[in-house]
T-cell receptor, first 112, second 112 residues
Framework: SAVISQKPSRDICQRGTSLTIQCQVD?????MFWYRQQPGQSLTLIAT?????????ESGFVIDKFPISRPNLTFSTLTVSNMSPEDSSIYLC?????????FGQGTRLTVV | QQQVKQSPQSLIVQKGGISIINCAYE??????FPWYQQFPGKGPALLIA?????SEKKEGRFTISFNKSAKQFSLHIMDSQPGDSATYFC???????????FGTGTRLLVSP
């Protein structure tokens, strides 16, 4: 299994500002994934973060808006930049072990 | 092609009844089909999963039925309990589990 800790668990932010979300895993993993879950919606993959290389972004997501860092094999950050109310969502960090994906508890972001 | 369609959006079942959630996919490259359970304020957790080389998998009260020719799979929850009330997501993955595509989710309420 994998234990994933995310910080903060929730935040209320002003539009135009940025928020950095931290994800810590209890053991080393090659890939870490960042998802967005909009209110009442499904999970959408934002990007895949590999240690030592640039993150790979999914269609519709760009590095300028969602910069990602992956300084080591147990930690990653996702920044939501220049926020607008449309960015209000739950952001989830995930890792996979063999064929199972594990998720953090998520960061509930509200942009006002 | 990348979508996984899930139905129904919401479901109310009496305690002791059978809950059935259906999913359909298009991409024949998908080779792993998990179901996730999510409680409010928590990240999704793996419930049960199946590979396309079997037609059914059962774990306790939870059963996945898989129809490869129809590109459909479903989750059956037998003897549904109020504690099963949660949101359920089907998903599909490929590329050695580097990608995980989620269905739109089903909100299940099991009434006492």
């Amino acid at each position: 299994s994998a234990v994933i800790s995310q910080k903060p668990s929730r935040d209320i932010c002003q539009r135009g500002t940025s928020l950095t979300i931290q994800c810590q895993v209890d053991s080393q993993v090659t890939m870490m994934f960042w998802y967005r879950q909009q209110p009442g919606q499904s999970l959408t993959l934002i990007a895949t973060a590999n240690q030592g290389s640039e993150a790979t972004y999914e269609s519709g997501f760009v590095i300028d808006k969602f910069p990602i860092s992956r300084p080591n094999l147990t930690f990653s950050t996702l920044t939501v930049s220049n926020m607008s109310p449309e960015d209000s969502s739950i952001y989830l960090c995930s890792v996979s072990r063999q064929t199972e994906a594990f998720f953090g508890q998520g960061t509930r972001l509200t942009v006002v | 092609q990348q979508q996984v369609k899930q139905s129904p959006q919401s479901l109310i079942v009496q305690k002791g009844g059978i809950s059935i959630i259906n999913c359909a996919y298009e991409n024949t490259a998908f080779d792993y089909f998990p179901w996730y359970q999510q409680f409010p304020g928590k990240g999704p957790a793996l419930l049960i999963a199946i590979r396309p080389d079997v037609s059914e998998k059962k774990e306790g009260r939870f059963t996945i039925s898989f129809n490869k020719s129809a590109k459909q799979f479903s989750l059956h929850i037998m003897d549904s309990q109020p504690g099963d009330s949660a949101t359920y997501f089907c998903a599909a993955s490929y590329l050695g589990f580097q990608k995980l595509v989620f269905g739109t989710g089903t909100r299940l309420l099991v009434s006492p």
